[in-house]
């Protein structure tokens, strides 16, 4: 049977350009193919966030203790508050042959492809900034400074844009799904990524050319 290993990818993009939604709809189209990391923050759930579900919300003593016991692939700081993803189902996922989606921040997302160079970064954008600040209102969870320091936190995080390696827009909501999807699978056709099947490929090759 071939063999297939789960692929790492991390899904970026500013606060309110929709990354979530998209992530969501993915895994509930293919849960069989992919499974979405569970981040461990300090910040406060908001209504109707779910401890386990879109977070683990810890104590800054919890977390620092995450950090010190290394159960963490990468963290970061993100508007005061830490934002961490815990190592284990990452790589339970991935044996599986899993892809596994890690929804992280910048700063998170070029650590892990240092330690993890075949790592696929996504970066999810709205069509406008102008947009984007109107998301950002319309959702209402937020109150004015946040949207203000998510704003210009957003102006930071477009500087790193270019070490991501696919720009996703997202404007019909539909079709950022199947593109995520299809950019996704098309990495499982990377050469890189069918050692097996190649070395296989080449042994039976080689038998058949013997005269076998
Ligand atoms: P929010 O508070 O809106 O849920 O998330 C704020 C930011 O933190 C988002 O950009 C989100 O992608 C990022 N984030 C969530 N989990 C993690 C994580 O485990 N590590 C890092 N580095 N960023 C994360």
Same mark, same amino acid.
């Given at each position: 049977?071939?063999?297939?290993?789960?692929?790492?990818?991390?899904?970026?993009?500013?606060?309110?350009?929709? /990354?979530?939604?998209?992530?969501?709809?993915?895994? +509930?189209?293919?849960?069989?193919?992919?499974?979405? $990391?569970?981040?461990?923050?300090?910040?406060?759930?908001?209504?109707?966030?779910?401890?386990?579900?879109?977070?683990?919300?810890? $104590? +800054?003593?919890?977390?620092?203790?995450?950090?010190?016991?290394? /159960?963490?692939? %990468?963290?970061?700081?993100?508007?005061?508050?830490?934002?961490?993803?815990?190592?284990?189902?990452?790589?339970?996922?991935?044996?599986?042959?899993?892809?596994?989606?890690?929804?992280?921040?910048?700063?998170?997302?070029?650590?892990?492809?240092?330690?993890?160079?075949?790592?696929?970064?996504?970066?999810?954008?709205?069509?406008?900034?102008?947009?984007?600040?109107?998301?950002? !209102?319309?959702?209402?969870?937020?109150?004015? @400074?946040?949207?203000?320091?998510?704003?210009?936190?957003?102006?930071?995080?477009?500087?790193?844009? %270019?070490?991501?390696?696919?720009?996703?827009?997202?404007?019909?909501?539909? %079709?950022?799904?199947? +593109?995520?999807?299809? !950019? !996704?699978?098309?990495?499982? @056709?990377?050469?890189? +990524?069918?050692?097996?099947? !190649?070395?296989?490929?080449?042994?039976?090759? /080689?038998?058949?050319?013997?005269?076998?």
């Amino acid at each position: 049977m071939k063999e297939r290993k789960g692929i790492l990818i991390v899904v970026s993009g500013f606060s309110g350009s929709g /990354k979530g939604t998209i992530m969501n709809r993915l895994l +509930k189209e293919y849960p069989n193919i992919y499974a979405l $990391s569970i981040s461990a923050t300090t910040r406060s759930p908001r209504v109707g966030e779910v401890h386990g579900r879109e977070y683990f919300f810890v $104590s +800054k003593e919890e977390f620092e203790t995450m950090i010190q016991e290394k /159960k963490l692939i %990468e963290y970061a700081q993100y508007v005061n508050n830490y934002y961490g993803t815990p190592k284990e189902y990452v790589f339970q996922q991935l044996e599986m042959g899993k892809d596994v989606i890690l929804e992280i921040e910048i700063q998170g997302a070029l650590k892990v492809k240092e330690v993890y160079p075949n790592t696929l970064l996504l970066f999810v954008t709205p069509p406008s900034a102008k947009e984007l600040k109107n998301r950002l !209102i319309g959702r209402g969870t937020e109150d004015e @400074a946040t949207v203000a320091s998510r704003l210009s936190r957003a102006w930071q995080e477009v500087q790193g844009v %270019e070490h991501y390696d696919y720009l996703v827009v997202n404007d019909d909501l539909e %079709e950022c799904v199947q +593109k995520v999807h299809s !950019i !996704i699978q098309n990495e499982h @056709a990377r050469v890189a +990524k069918n050692h097996v099947l !190649i070395e296989t490929i080449k042994a039976e090759l /080689k038998g058949f050319a013997e005269g076998e």
